[in-house]
């Protein structure tokens, strides 16, 4: 009786209890992808903008179970015996991604709710809101297979998202090239992962991080491959140059929620995982990602600037075009206090959380002007955004505050202190060549923000005769067709509120460069 209750209870202590408080923001936003996915079964054509609604919601739903989560430290899933191996942690990193990642789709989805008459709505809000699932799963993932499958839930929705223009020819080339450059990507990381298990032996980062320290002679050189291949993997979901070639052709390509949600959503999931695998499973291997990072990060922030240096006012789509091209920029910024981590503490990770929080507001906020202007100006050239004052003063006062917090100029302060806080972080680590490089590549910035921003104050020119009809429908009276969608609306005042707030209150943000999340 003795061993038969000494079985029952080792095998009691293999069952684990599943902390749902802590899982909830993404169940959340899966249940309701599901729950809209079926709904569209029975909803009539009229109904359909209920869909978009019940999207909101769930999203809704999901940011405030972050609520009760504030204290962080929860952890689920973990080896039998031990917290310290867990596939599932809530932790302070976690939920401040969580918050950026959820409430990008949030304003993705209203965004998205004028924007959806040609697409078929219940396909468009499954794949979003699967999506941002995924996405909000890859903050919390500390397993290098949970991490695997959250990127890959969070992306091959977003392939579809690109796409799911029905006879757009461009969406669909923009759709497989952000598919196959995935694809190889996520084989090389898979790669990579498999050469770190063979080497460790276990998944979990925390682990990881303990084994590679005492890696055998002749296990040394798969180790540093496995490190590499799946930093690349990483690297491209960042839009790091020379992986950031499916950029432009993507943005321009997909509807502009998507585009929006990419540059904003897309890039935290990249970064997210990227800081987790650098700073949590691979500390020992700094040596290696550290001096790889910062000269990614020098190439990619040189690249997309001189890219979005290039673009003509009269070129189609070249406002979407130089945006695309300014995340990549943007990356490059983002990718800086990653490779100073290697050099000094892991806090110095916590730049990048406050640059990307920053960069998510005003980001979103000149999409949604983007998409405004696109309601009367299909083209969305940047010569479209001349005289904007003169016709929607408050969209072009809007869009010039959000540009000039991209260019780092006041009264955009927000986004000086986050360019200071990621330059501070390079000259603490010691790394003054990047620093030097990081402020070229600032100035050469303002030169097309400001060439944006002087332009929609300019007095507009007389459009040319293929565009009269264009002209036309913006001059004429107010009609349903061209009325602002209300949620459009909402979109632009909150981030313009959001980045006047951070203005005022930097610290809000700023302090999570100077904590540490972990």
């Given at each position: 009786m003795t061993v038969a209750a000494g079985s029952a209870t080792g095998a009691a202590s293999l069952v684990q209890s599943v902390d749902w408080l802590a899982i909830a923001p993404p169940v959340i936003a899966a249940a309701t992808a599901l729950l809209v996915l079926v709904a569209d079964l029975f909803t009539g054509e009229r109904r359909k903008p209920l869909l978009g609604y019940g999207a909101v919601v769930g999203l809704v739903a999901a940011l405030a179970m972050l609520i009760p989560l504030h204290t962080g430290d929860r952890s689920t899933f973990c080896l039998t015996g031990t917290?310290?191996?867990?596939?599932?942690?809530?932790?302070?990193?976690?939920?401040?991604?969580?918050?950026?990642?959820?409430?990008?789709?949030?304003?993705t989805a209203l965004l998205s709710i004028g924007d959806t008459r040609k697409l078929p709505a219940g396909e468009f809000w499954f794949l979003l809101l699967s999506s941002a699932a995924g996405a909000a799963l890859l903050p919390a993932a500390r397993d290098l297979a949970t991490l695997v499958v959250a990127l890959e839930v969070a992306s091959l929705p977003a392939f579809a998202l690109v796409g799911i223009k029905r006879g757009d020819r461009r969406s669909s080339e923009a759709a497989l090239k952000f598919f196959l450059s995935s694809v190889v990507a996520t084989a090389v990381m898979l790669l990579g992962v498999s050469f770190v298990y063979a080497t460790t032996g276990t998944l979990h980062l925390t682990e990881i991080a303990g084994r590679l320290d005492d890696v055998p002679g002749g296990f040394s050189t798969l180790a540093e491959t496995g490190v590499v291949l799946t930093l690349v993997g990483f690297a491209f979901k960042t839009a790091a140059a020379p992986f950031h070639f499916w950029v432009p052709d993507t943005y321009v390509g997909a509807p502009l929620p998507v585009a929006a949600y990419l540059s904003v959503v897309g890039k935290a999931v990249g970064f997210s995982g990227l800081i987790l695998v650098t700073v949590i499973g691979f500390p020992s291997y700094a040596h290696v990602w550290g001096p790889a990072l910062a000269v990614l990060a020098a190439l990619t922030m040189t690249v997309g600037n001189l890219a979005a240096l290039r673009q003509t006012a009269t070129r189609a789509r070249s406002a979407v075009r130089l945006l695309a091209w300014s995340s990549v920029g943007q990356a490059g910024y983002l990718l800086v206090p990653i490779a100073a981590a290697a050099y000094a503490d892991d806090a110095q990770a916590g730049s990048t959380v406050a640059y990307a929080l920053m960069y998510a507001v005003v980001n979103l906020g000149a999409f949604a002007v983007a998409a405004l202007v696109a309601r009367t100006h299909p083209g969305n050239r940047l010569g479209d955004y001349r005289g904007l004052y003169a016709t929607r003063p408050l969209a072009a006062l809007a869009m010039g505050f959000f540009l000039l917090c991209l260019a780092g100029l006041p009264p955009g302060i927000i986004g000086l202190f986050a360019k200071v806080?990621?330059?501070?972080?390079?000259?603490?680590?010691?790394?003054?060549?990047?620093?030097?490089?990081?402020a070229v590549n600032v100035v050469i910035a303002l030169y097309y923000y400001l060439r944006w921003t002087a332009a929609l104050f300019r007095t507009p020119d007389t459009a040319p005769a293929s565009e009269a009809s264009d002209t036309a429908s913006r001059k004429a009276p107010t009609t349903p067709e061209h009325r602002v969608p209300a949620p459009l609306t909402l979109v632009i005042a909150l981030t313009a509120v959001a980045g006047i707030t951070l203005s005022g209150a930097p610290q809000l943000i700023l302090r999570f460069a100077a904590l540490s999340l972990f």
């Open positions: 917290t310290q191996a867990c596939s599932y942690t809530a932790d302070h990193f976690a939920l401040v991604i969580q918050a950026l990642v959820l409430g990008g789709a949030l304003l806080t990621v330059f501070s972080s390079a000259v603490d680590a010691g790394l003054g060549w990047l620093a030097v490089v990081m």
